[in-house]
């Protein structure tokens, strides 16, 4: 299989504006996406895709190959599409396109080494911390016996009502990791659906897919990634890298 690696990145984050720009440990945050994702060895590319010109010349900069879209994008998928079908007017394409979020500094890419036989994939893995259960940052997904998503949402999902539970135990809870492989065919078949009402309640792009009763396989991986929303996110990231690097 061909593969074709693309970072979304958007500069005006309405809870940290520039985000891709800010730095970790003296980077900019887009610059360690692209290297983390870069360590995978499978890559026919590997690409930013972005609309605004301070993070096409923060990549420009540092040797990274971007590719600009238009301004107009509801989320990461539908840049995405646009991204891939420049690739294949200029006679690039792959079998599955892997877009990485722009905001996941700390991307370990063993994460990427699962079975790539369905057209649509997301990956998803354990959450351990408590805080992340009610947290709106964390996208919880749940899943059905088979690995296909059955929802995703931004809520504590399964909710284990005490009055009503009729099982003993706390529920296994997992989060959707901003990682998606996908045909061209299924990037295109995302894009020409409109936008729908739990996709938008939620703020959660892949429910748009569920709702019009389309197939997400999701791959585990015991690899957690940090993504960066707020400044906080940007400070607790920061304090692992730094840790990590110690000496």
Sequence with gaps: ?????????????TRLPGKPLCDIGGKPMIEHVYN?????????????????????????ERKIPVIMTRSDHTDCLDRCSEAADKLLDQGISADRYIIIQGDEPLFNVETLNTDYRHENINFYTT???????????????V????????YFSRF???????????TNGRPVYY???????????QLRLYVSLSSTSLENFEGIGLNRLLENDYE??????EHDSLSVDTEEDRQRVERVYLEGHKG
């Design 1 to 13: 299989m061909k593969f074709i690696g693309l970072i979304p990145a958007r500069y005006a984050s």
């Design 36 to 60: 983390s994702a870069a360590k995978w060895e499978k890559w026919t590319g590997l690409y930013v895709a972005t609309d605004d010109e301070k993070i096409r010349s923060c990549c420009e």
């Design 143 to 150: 899943v059905s016996k088979t690995g296909r998503a059955l």
């Design 127 to 141: 959450i351990n911390e408590v805080d992340d259960v009610p947290d709106p940052n964390v996208p919880k997904v």
């Design 156 to 166: 504590g999902v399964p909710y284990a009502n005490p009055k009503t539970c009729r």
């Design 216 to 221: 997400i396989h999701m791959a585990f991986t």
């Design 175 to 185: 989060k959707q990791i901003g990682v998606y492989a996908m045909s061209l065919e």
